[in-house]
């Protein structure tokens, strides 16, 4: 017997295309969500959104950020507008070339002299939409959805990471009536592409040797460890070359996708990879060359779509690669939809098309490298319930007009593997004639045996909410790493209330989730001004 509200898809092998035929149980898969536009009355004030949570101003502090285009790269909007956050209550504030932005805060009435501590989040978000979706990340502020206490966005990433900390810090920084020592309120750039802003800050602006980074995403649980990670980028050049004939491109979306590194071991399907299986597997079996490849934009985001297309002088091979790209379709459908039950490939023909053409020995070097790349978990802790220690992730491919790229964005815990799985890609790049670039390589953040600010959230939590704190190490990549290499002396931790589906545009948060966090952050704060 199926279950209530399991979506089936079935694959039909036609001239032109694989048929999608949807059986769900919804009376409109979009009826899940409603929107209302953001819009800017006449006098500029906001018209928001989420309403009836408390505190009232942390929900807009939320809104207003996401109005403001901040995608990794684009930040300098974002940034102006906290400096003048800042400005507007007479706050210290220091911005930087990298538009990193410090903003301090005096302690309440009798925790003026108390030890400062420093709150910290990324203000970048990963910029990430569903296909169809007309959104431009570099003009346009998210379009928010509320639902069922749900946040989400129409069509593309929320931003909830990192703005969520965004705006935690502002309600803290805003709060008058807050119990506080000192704060230092870090919002830091660029942390989606390799953490360069907090690369770039000069941390002797940092007083504060007690860290709250607000970067995690589950709520009750503390990050106190993570994985150093880096970004490689292959190139090779390519001379195109003429060719006419029929046109053959395949479409696979549809996938989960998700964080590189919080998502990496859960098996999710990479879009890039099976790509390239299927390219591998029609240039070995019919007489077509490789035209396009295009799958991924970050390389922290495990790929859910990609296309390919491939030309062929005979129309009858053209035929055969149809029919060969079908069963193989087929083939994916059965291997992964139990896990990835939205997944889908269309393949199309069209005849009478003139391309330029990728000559076959840059193509085959180009699926090869990527077929044999390292990608998922390939080393595990098996004493620490298989905690991932080395995995790799390849998120861009683009074929361009005079070269080949791909980007992958391996991590570690362990620096001796990370330097090993370096040396492999290095040896890639040598077998498959690509050039290889690293950058963005940032620490990993060891686990401190003692910790103040760990016990301090583990008994406000237990007194909060009577449960116990979970204590956890993470996979993914955390700027607590970079702090920590600089002031060896810090005292750090990770929270943030949840968050699902990050780097995704499935993202969303629980909004009272948000508002539970805010309780243990304030209280927090209260214990460390007594």
Request: charged share 30%.
């Amino acid at each position: 017997m199926e279950e209530e509200n399991v979506k089936k898809k079935i694959y039909r092998q036609k001239s032109e295309i694989i048929e999608k035929i949807w059986y769900n149980q919804y009376a409109g898969e979009n009826a899940i969500y409603t929107c209302v536009k953001s819009q800017r009355k006449e006098d500029d004030i906001m018209e928001y959104k989420i309403t009836g949570c408390k505190p009232e101003k942390l929900f807009h502090f939320f809104e207003e950020i996401s109005a403001i285009p901040r995608g990794s790269g684009n930040e300098k909007g974002i940034s102006d507008y906290l400096v003048k956050f800042a400005e507007d209550r007479n706050l210290w504030v220091h911005q930087d070339e990298a538009h990193n932005v410090v903003i301090k805060k005096d302690g309440s009435e009798g925790a003026k002299d108390k030890e400062p501590v420093m709150l910290q989040g990324h203000i970048d978000m990963v910029c990430d939409k569903r296909a169809g979706v007309e959104h431009d990340f570099e003009k346009d502020g998210i379009d928010l959805v509320v639902k069922d206490g749900v946040l989400s966005a129409d069509g593309t990433t929320l931003g909830a990471d990192n703005g969520v900390a965004v705006a935690l810090m502002m309600a803290v920084l805003d709060d008058k009536e807050l119990k506080h020592p000192p704060v230092e309120c870090v919002f830091t750039t660029e942390e989606e592409v390799g953490l360069n802003g907090a690369q770039a800050l000069d941390k002797s602006l940092i007083t504060a040797r007690t860290m709250i980074n607000m970067d995690s995403e589950e709520e009750g649980v503390a990050t106190i460890s993570c994985a150093g990670g880096l970004r490689i980028q292959f190139t090779r050049p390519v001379k195109r070359e003429g060719a006419e004939g029929s046109l053959v491109t395949v479409k696979l979306e549809g996938l989960l996708g998700g964080h590189s590194g919080m998502d990496i071991s859960k098996e999710r399907q990479n879009a890039n990879l099976l790509m390239a299986r299927m390219v591998e597997h029609l240039m070995r079996s019919t007489d077509g060359k490789l035209v396009s490849f295009a799958g991924g934009t970050k390389d922290n985001a495990i790929t859910r779509e990609c296309e390919a297309s491939l030309i062929y002088a005979d129309q009858a091979e053209a035929e055969k690669a149809e029919k060969l790209a079908c069963d193989l379709a087929q083939d994916f459908a059965d291997e992964i939809t139990p896990y990835e039950p939205d997944f889908s490939c269309e393949i199309s023909v069209e005849d009478g098309k003139a391309a330029s053409a990728i000559p076959q020995e840059d193509a085959k070097a180009l699926v090869s490298a990527i077929r044999l790349a390292p990608n998922g978990v390939y080393k595990r802790n098996l004493k620490m319930d298989g905690f991932v220690v080395v995995s790799s992730n390849m998120g861009v491919v683009r074929t361009e007009e005079d070269r080949l790229v791909f980007v992958v964005s391996p991590r570690s815990s362990v620096a001796s593997l990370q330097e090993d799985t370096k040396e492999r890609f290095r040896t890639l790049a040598e077998t498959f004639g690509f050039e290889a670039e690293y950058s963005g390589e940032y620490p990993g953040w060891s686990f401190k045996e003692e910790s103040r600010i760990r016990e301090i959230f583990k008994e406000s939590y237990r007194g909060l909410f009577g449960e116990e704190l979970k204590i956890e190490a993470i996979h993914a990549g955390l700027e607590c790493g970079l702090f920590s290499e600089a002031i060896p002396e810090l005292d750090a931790i990770a929270v943030g209330p949840t968050l699902y589906d990050v780097h995704t545009p499935d993202e969303h948060m629980p909004l009272d989730s948000c508002e539970r966090f805010y309780e243990l952050l304030k209280d927090v704060l209260a214990r460390l001004a007594e």
